[in-house]
């Protein structure tokens, strides 16, 4: 069974900084693509970051320089280190696996079935 489990969610002031954990159970993290997306109210989810089997990352513009993502083979976690908060970064975040041939430079929801619970984010400004 697969399991993701996010932690790290909470409440910052705009210009501060979180670091998400998602530890994976029943996938590994570096032979899976593992990405993070977010959904804030009344939005669709989106993708922020992703990381495939090679080490390779992408980002969604509005995360590059100032969204991290990482993995650690060792605990089997995926990370996701947020610097210069924006109130619009505000959302539920969520970690998604998928066999990496399964996913495109898009990283399109539908892509990735796996899923964890989501942790929420609020930047206050």
């Known amino acids: 069974e697969v399991q993701l489990v996010e932690s790290g969610g909470g409440s910052v002031e705009a210009g501060g900084s979180l670091s998400l954990s998602c530890a994976a159970f029943?996938?590994?993290?570096?032979?899976?693509?593992m990405a993070w997306f977010r959904q804030a109210p009344g939005k669709n989810r989106e993708a922020v970051a992703g990381?495939?089997?090679?080490?390779?990352?992408n980002y969604v513009n509005s995360a590059k320089g100032r969204f991290t993502i990482s993995r650690e083979h060792a605990v089997n976690t995926l990370y996701l280190q947020m610097n210069t908060l924006k109130p619009e970064d505000t959302a539920v975040y969520y970690c998604?696996?998928?066999?990496?041939?399964?996913?495109?430079?898009?990283?399109?929801?539908?892509?990735?079935?796996?899923w964890g619970q989501g942790t929420q984010v609020t930047v206050s400004s």
């Open positions: 998604a696996a998928a066999p990496c041939g399964w996913v495109s430079q898009d990283l399109r929801e539908s892509e990735f079935p796996f």
């Open positions: 990381i495939d089997d090679e080490g390779r990352t």
């Open positions: 029943g996938v590994s993290v570096i032979t899976y693509c």
